[in-house]
């Protein structure tokens, strides 16, 4: 999973004058994953609901919350890099995210005793604990101004698209992860309030709607997909309804809804039949991981890796345009040379749209540390690299099939070169900050945030190019 960072909350300026005289104003600093940053907006919304001001800075900020991530040891240091430099520059500070539940080689919570002076620390999707330290440490003003926060919320990704947890927690067990003993078992959002929050954000003008959740095909088994209501209607609490009724709404607005973390549960087949009738992207973000039998089992994953062939073949069967993007783990603890070239056999066999792979990263508590056979460093880089070459020659390969065509782009912004403007837009293949873009020019207007028509004219590795059709 990609780690992102999202930060309201850089190096100081100076102290404002009057201080006293402006509301308390807190600084924010987000890392990790989508769901981590929905829990920040959460909290952010919540902090301006309550009348605080959220300071551009580290001096106009009474105090900093940091939302951290604790998945990996990059992310790990980044988190606590992130912390030690708001301490340094402001000197109260609020920890919250996974960071915040993991513990030390004695037992005791890692946050503290790296940072020990550190206002307050809580775990992942705590923002009722944040706020009661927020009101501890910063009383909230006395005459909050609700009327200024967005029925949406307070969003800090760029306006026209948004990320939505319909879940939070995991029933699965992997060997090589933590995030149940920090985030807990499956717990399902009740479909109204996603369908809810949902309608708000794309009324509030958001083109595209990436819905999140660590097993989104899992939504409702913690309920037993009990009947929910949705604007007075009875809806089972299922991903096949749900995904139905997203799909409604966004027709609706005119805007996009993108699948993520996607397990390949056999319902997934009427979620792939709902695609080709155009109410959902024909997106599938599914975390295969590897593809030998073997190496699954080690990593206690779901499925195989000839079921997974037969799944994909069905999909494209069904909607011919459908991108699958994956993540897989080269150089798990064990993992022979010969099952790596299974997996790279897998690759080319599958010719998967999008993909990325991660070196194994052992992680301080995850039960693939005591397994066999640990891999050098190098070696596990390697295998990385060998996956990545091949993979880019598969990319290139699957986006030429789009040279010449006319497709969707919605408009991200653009980039100046020496040369002139070009701008920035991804089609239906292509979530934000994990995948591809098109990079376009044309003479007509450029509506940021909306939807264009672009003729492609070429394409790379990763990448389209083209020209928007006036």
Same mark, same amino acid.
């Given at each position: 999973?990609?780690? +992102? ?219 037993? !997909? ?25 027709? +609706? ?11 390949? !549960? ?24 590897? *593809? ?45 040379? *010969? ?11 599958? %010719? ?62 653009? %980039?100046?070169?020496? +040369? ?7 089609? *239906?293949?292509? *979530?934000? %900050? ?6 376009? +020019? ?29």
């Amino acid at each position: 999973m990609p780690t +992102t960072r999202s930060s309201s909350t850089r190096r100081p300026r100076a102290k404002r004058s009057s201080r006293e005289a402006l509301p308390p104003s807190v600084g924010f600093v987000s890392l990790g994953c989508p769901k981590a940053l929905v829990d920040s907006e959460r909290i952010v919304t919540q902090l301006r609901a309550e009348g605080y001001l959220i300071a551009p800075n580290y001096g106009d900020s009474d105090l900093v919350i940091v939302n951290t991530c604790g998945f990996i040891d990059d992310a790990v240091a980044e988190s606590l890099d992130a912390i030690g430099e708001a301490l340094a520059e402001n000197g109260k500070v609020i920890v919250t995210g996974c960071l915040g539940a993991r513990s030390g080689a004695d037992g005791a919570n890692l946050v503290t005793q790296v940072h020990p002076k550190v206002l307050a620390v809580t775990g992942p999707h705590a923002a009722d604990e944040v706020m009661a330290h927020v009101h501890a440490h910063l009383p909230k003003p006395h005459d909050p101004f609700t009327d200024l926060v967005p029925d949406a919320g307070i969003k800090l990704t760029p306006r026209h698209y948004a990320y939505l947890k319909i879940s939070e927690g995991c029933n699965h067990r992997c060997s090589f992860c933590i995030i149940p003993s920090m985030r807990g078992d499956l717990v399902s959002r009740p479909i109204g309030d996603v369908v809810r929050e949902a309608g708000a954000l794309l009324a509030g003008g958001v083109k595209e709607l990436l819905v999140i959740s660590q097993d989104t095909s899992a939504y409702g088994v913690d309920q037993k !997909y009990r009947t929910g209501f949705v604007d007075g209607r009875p809806v089972r609490t299922r991903m096949l309804e749900l995904v139905r009724e997203l799909g409604a709404l966004a027709a +609706t607005h005119d805007a996009w809804v993108r699948l993520h973390y996607v397990y390949p !549960y056999p319902h997934v087949d009427e979620v792939v039949a709902l695609m080709g009738q155009g109410g959902i992207l024909p997106y599938l973000d599914v975390p295969f991981q590897h *593809a030998h039998p073997r190496i699954l089992k080690l990593m206690k994953r779901p499925a195989s890796g000839e079921k997974n062939i037969e799944r994909i073949r069905a999909w494209r069967a069904a909607v011919p345009d459908v991108t699958v993007r994956s993540t897989f783990i080269a150089g798990f603890p064990g993992e022979t040379e *010969a099952e790596f070239e299974y997996l790279l056999d897998f690759l080319r066999e599958a %010719e998967l749209d999008r993909v990325g792979c991660f070196a194994y990263s052992p992680v301080e508590g995850a039960g693939a540390n005591q397994l066999p056979g640990a891999l050098p460093d190098e070696v596990r880089e390697e295998r990385r690299s060998r996956f990545m070459q091949l993979q880019a020659g598969i990319s290139a390969r699957r986006l030429r099939r789009f040279v010449g065509r006319d497709m969707r782009v919605l408009v991200d912004g653009v %980039e100046q070169h020496d +040369t002139g403007a070009v701008a920035l837009g991804r089609t *239906a293949m292509d *979530a934000p %900050e994990i995948d591809g873009v098109v990079r376009f +020019t044309g003479s007509g207007r450029l509506p940021i945030g909306g939807f264009v028509r672009v003729r492609i004219t070429g394409s790379d590795e990763h990448d389209l190019q083209g020209e928007m059709i006036e």
